[in-house]
């Protein structure tokens, strides 16, 4: 009988001496891989993670799929991009999990855009009546490492709220990625700043902050609008602009149609260039340092080539 007291307040001791491990993992999903990524990196072993979309998917458009709402169904915590990216897919499945713990607005929903630097933010009345995907700012703007750095922080701040008693790794942690991010962020800067100002198409607006940060010069897109595929009006005044200002790179997202960006490619001698925004955009981009990693050396070997100024 006294054997099984002390054991039983033995056990009482243990639990109490590590909380953490006796509430289990925190179970954390993330709308993108970007996001999933970044969380890794800041929850460690702390944390269950995983994304919804692939990097390989339009992250606007994402095919709604039952198995979704069942991980929602045990989330902690869910991490958006917010802006909107997910307006066409998220919200039926995070309702029909039923989990109140990650609705809009509930602790365990972070927005990660709201600590972001968001650019391309309409004056104005907010309309999406002409079909534009962006009504609240640039939704991609994870294309910037220094947004990065943002979310990290934001993901860590969320997570010292869930798991107080684990504040000391989750902080320790986001130093970490920040001073790697800072180390790596210098290197792709050197790497690009021989080519500041290369003039580029890109398909949809998925690059304006990474143009931003290394120093690209975005001069149209083939889509007409965001979200709206290509007409063939607005092909020939962009194929009309790119001969004017000489252009010689369209950067494409792995998720959509070549054919129209080939025809510019043939009608103004531009090399057509597939360039992932995302984790997981192709099988070697692993993590988010690597996706700049990938980006950054693709973009300087087809600047190389191409002679794009
Ligand atoms: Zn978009």
Do not use: C
């Not at 942690?173 to 290197?187: P, V």
């Amino acid at each position: 009988m006294k054997t099984r007291i002390i054991v039983g307040a033995l056990a009482a001791a243990l639990l109490v001496a590590t909380p953490s491990r006796a509430q289990g993992k925190l179970n954390v999903i993330a709308t993108t891989e970007d996001l999933a990524s970044i969380a890794r990196e800041i929850g460690g072993d702390r944390i269950a993670i995983e994304s919804i979309a692939k990097g390989y998917q339009d992250p606007h458009f994402v095919e709604a799929k039952p198995s979704f709402i069942l991980k929602l169904q045990k989330a902690d915590l869910l991490i958006v991009v917010g802006r909107e990216l997910e307006i066409g897919w998220l919200p039926p499945l995070v309702q029909q999990s039923r989990n109140g713990k990650i609705q809009p607005g509930a602790e365990g929903y972070l927005d990660a855009s709201l600590t972001a630097q968001i650019l391309e933010i309409p004056n104005g009345n907010i309309t999406r009546a002409m079909g534009d995907v962006h009504p609240f700012g640039n939704p991609h703007y994870w294309t910037d490492p220094e947004n990065g750095k943002r979310i990290a922080k934001a993901v860590s701040e969320k997570l010292v709220q869930f798991r107080p008693s684990d504040r000391a790794v989750f902080e320790q942690r986001l130093a970490d990625f920040t001073s790697r991010l800072d180390t790596a962020e210098k290197r792709w800067l050197a790497m690009t700043a021989p080519y500041k100002g290369t003039k580029v198409v890109t398909y949809h607006r998925s690059f304006p902050n990474f143009a931003e940060r290394f120093g690209l010069d975005i001069v149209g897109y083939v889509e007409p609008r965001p979200g709206i595929p290509p007409t063939p009006q607005h092909t020939l005044d962009l194929i009309n602009e790119m001969k004017r200002q000489n252009i010689k790179l369209v950067l494409v997202e792995p998720y959509f149609d070549l054919k129209t960006p080939q025809a510019i490619g043939r009608e103004t001698g531009a090399q057509v260039l597939v360039m992932p925004p995302s984790v997981g955009g192709v099988k070697e981009i692993t993590d988010y340092f690597k996706l700049f990693d990938y980006d950054i050396n693709l973009l300087i070997d087809a600047i190389k080539k191409t002679g794009a100024k």
